[in-house]
T-cell receptor, first 115, second 114 residues
Framework: DAMVIQNPRYQVTQFGKPVTLSCSQT?????MYWYQQKSSQAPKLLFH???????NEADTPDNFQSRRPNTSFCFLDIRSPGLGDAAMYLC??????????????FGSGTRLTVV | AQSVTQLDSQVPVFEEAPVELRCNYS??????LFWYVQYPNQGLQLLLK??????LVKGINGFEAEFNKSQTSFHLRKPSVHISDTAEYFC????????????FGTGTRLTIIP
């Protein structure tokens, strides 16, 4: 029944070692989002894909990249993780289209620890 | 630009008591409004949403919210809470005529006291 699946649930990486988080969806939604959520804070949008069009938020560090090879999958790459990048990373999807705001469907998140 | 203010960072409530979680928004245009719930180490789950029409919106798990345009508020209520309602609650806003980007408030942690 899971519709937005994030793997892994928990990821430990070393300082400076590249890491990739994955997200897949069975909803056939057009839009996929990546959010960063630090402890006791609101989710912060990093970027999103509308189909194949990539949209980066202005304040997203260059250290964060994303790939969407097809409709179902989206990846978050952190090129050189720092201690400040430890957070919960949330993937979400939506149908897309102006005015068609049915709300997002979120995955369960990946908690990233940097050691 | 849109913004959301959740006035209470933490709300403790006795079990079976009523609760109201407050949310105010700021926007120069009309808005869509949402409440999401996040259980520990989980993603966010949609509780309810206001897009248009009736200002009283009913959601899952017995929650409801009322859109008040004059007060720019969208407070979340439940008449009788349960232990299982312990979670973080996020209010969010988006622009109906723009893309679907959500702007979240800082969240309210609801703790149910047995």
């Amino acid at each position: 029944d899971a519709m937005v699946i994030q793997n892994p649930r928990y990821q430990v990486t070393q300082f400076g070692k590249p890491v990739t988080l994955s997200c897949s969806q069975t909803l056939n939604h057009n839009v996929m989002y990546w959010y960063q959520q630090k402890s006791s804070q609101a989710p912060k949008l990093l970027f999103h894909y509308y189909d194949k069009d990539f949209n980066n938020e202005a304040d997203t560090p260059d250290n964060f990249q994303s790939r969407r090879p097809n409709t179902s999958f989206c990846f978050l790459d952190i090129r050189s993780p720092g201690l400040g990048d430890a957070a919960m990373y949330l993937c979400a999807t939506s149908r897309g289209g102006t005015g068609s705001n049915y709300g997002y469907t979120f995955g369960s998140g990946t908690r990233l620890t940097v050691v | 630009a849109q913004s959301v203010t959740q006035l209470d960072s933490q709300v403790p409530v006795f079990e079976e008591a009523p609760v109201e979680l407050r949310c105010n928004y700021s926007s120069s245009v009309s808005v869509y409004l949402f409440w999401y719930v996040q259980y520990p180490n989980q993603g966010l789950q949609l509780l309810l949403k206001y897009l248009s029409g009736s200002t009283l919106v009913k959601g899952i798990n017995g929650f409801e919210a009322e859109f008040n345009k004059s007060q720019t508020s969208f407070h979340l209520r439940k008449p009788s809470v349960h232990i299982s309602d312990t979670a973080e609650y996020f209010c969010a806003v988006s622009d109906p005529f723009g893309n679907e980007k959500l702007t979240f408030g800082t969240g309210t942690r609801l703790t149910i006291i047995p």
